[in-house]
Nanobody, 123 residues
Framework: QVQLVESGGGLVQAGGSLSLSCAAS????????SGWFRQTPGKEREFVAT????????HYADSVKGRFTISKDKSKNTIYLQMNSLKPEDPAVYYC????????????????WGQGTQVTVSS
């Protein structure tokens, strides 16, 4: 079973930046689409960004478009989420995931998940 491990979460001031990483235990991102989701207590997990297995397509939630960037380094079996201009509504546990589809914004289509990393934004 491939494992995904997120890192890079933490506390940042509003307007600041954080870079999340998601390392896979096998070269899954060469064959699978991948994405980032986030969840706050009492709410359902929501889509943040996805990148296709061929790296030629990205899609973002409207709430993060223009501020967040998803990228991938296949040589390191790692995907990233660069988060800029963080807002008070961005705090959540951020999860990376992989899907056997080319790409997806639907969490039900993802079958490999990391354990999550907490992002906190102070105002």
């Amino acid at each position: 079973q491939v494992q995904l491990v997120e890192s890079g979460g933490g506390l940042v001031q509003a307007g600041g930046s954080l870079s999340l990483s998601c390392a896979a235990s096998a070269p899954i991102f060469s064959y699978y689409g991948s994405g980032w989701f986030r969840q706050t207590p009492g709410k359902e997990r929501e889509f943040v960004a996805t990148i296709s297995r061929f790296d030629d397509y990205t899609h973002y939630a409207d709430s993060v478009k223009g501020r967040f960037t998803i990228s991938k380094d296949k040589s390191k079996n790692t995907i990233y989420l660069q988060m800029n201009s963080l807002k008070p509504e961005d705090p959540a546990v951020y999860y990376c995931a992989a899907t056997s589809l080319v790409a997806s914004f639907n969490e039900r289509e993802y079958n490999v998940w990391g354990q999550g990393t907490q992002v906190t934004v102070s105002s």
